[in-house]
Every structure is written in C-alpha cells, then in structure tokens.
C-alpha cells in the first residue's frame, strides 16, 4: 500500500486524519492514538500504536496496538471492517460481522487472545 502519511503523533498523543483514505492508502500513527473523520475505503489500512477512532464508515484495515498494545481498542460510528487487527490478533471479513454491529458504531477489543465486536449503544 501506499503510505500517505506515518507521523510521529503530536505532544498531545492523537494525529487526526479529516480526509477520506481510498484504497491503498495507509496511515500509521507511530506512539500514539489516530482519530479518523472521514470514511476509510476498503483497501486503505488505519494503523496506530494506540487506539483507532474512525467517526466514519470503516470498510478497510484498522490496526490498534501495532506494536503490542493487549489494551487498544478500535472504535467506528459504522463497522463494516475488512480487518480488525489489536496486538497482532486479527479477524478478517471472511467471517461475516455479527448483525447487531455490522454498519452500527461499535468497538474492537481482545477478550484473552481473541478479537471481541461489541456494540455501542
């Protein structure tokens, strides 16, 4: 993929991303948080150190703690994910997302060594 940017993340801890990621495209937050508010296409990938917040739909790759973070979550107003990855443990879009969150705001999170999709109320 094509890396659009990879930023060190500001002083504040979060790099904010205000413009829609196509496909191929790729966004690395290295240290920190990465707050998305426009639509990630499938295709593009959201990498962050820390958290993922995408206030859009998330129809390509979230990756959450990239570099080993068991605690990160990824968060969207519209899952439809093609990958959710947090620590290296993944789920892709082969296994269809559970009724209850699929294009519903939801968050990713590790339950022991597993990816858990809950809803947001």
């Given at each position: 993929?094509?890396?659009?940017?990879?930023?060190?993340?500001?002083?504040?801890?979060?790099?904010?991303?205000?413009?829609?990621?196509?496909?191929?495209?790729?966004?690395?937050?290295?240290?920190?948080?990465?707050?998305?508010?426009?639509?990630?296409?499938?295709?593009?990938?959201?990498?962050?150190?820390?958290?993922?917040?995408?206030y859009a739909p998330l129809r390509g790759k979230a990756i959450a703690g990239?570099?080993?973070?068991?605690?990160?979550?990824?968060?969207?107003?519209?899952?439809?994910?093609?990958?959710?990855?947090?620590?290296?443990?993944?789920?892709?879009?082969?296994?269809?997302?559970?009724?209850?969150?699929?294009?519903?705001?939801?968050?990713?999170?590790?339950?022991?060594?597993?990816?858990?999709?809950?809803?947001?109320p």
């Open positions: 993929p094509q890396i659009v940017r990879e930023v060190s993340v500001p002083a504040n801890g979060t790099l904010l991303i205000d413009k829609p990621l196509r496909s191929g495209q790729q966004v690395y937050a290295r240290g920190g948080d990465v707050v998305v508010t426009a639509i990630v296409s499938f295709g593009a990938e959201v990498i962050a150190d820390g958290n993922v917040h995408v990239a570099r080993g973070n068991t605690e990160a979550r990824i968060f969207s107003t519209c899952m439809e994910a093609q990958l959710v990855a947090i620590a290296g443990i993944y789920r892709t879009n082969e296994v269809p997302l559970p009724e209850p969150v699929l294009g519903k705001p939801a968050q990713v999170r590790l339950d022991g060594k597993k990816i858990a999709i809950d809803a947001i």
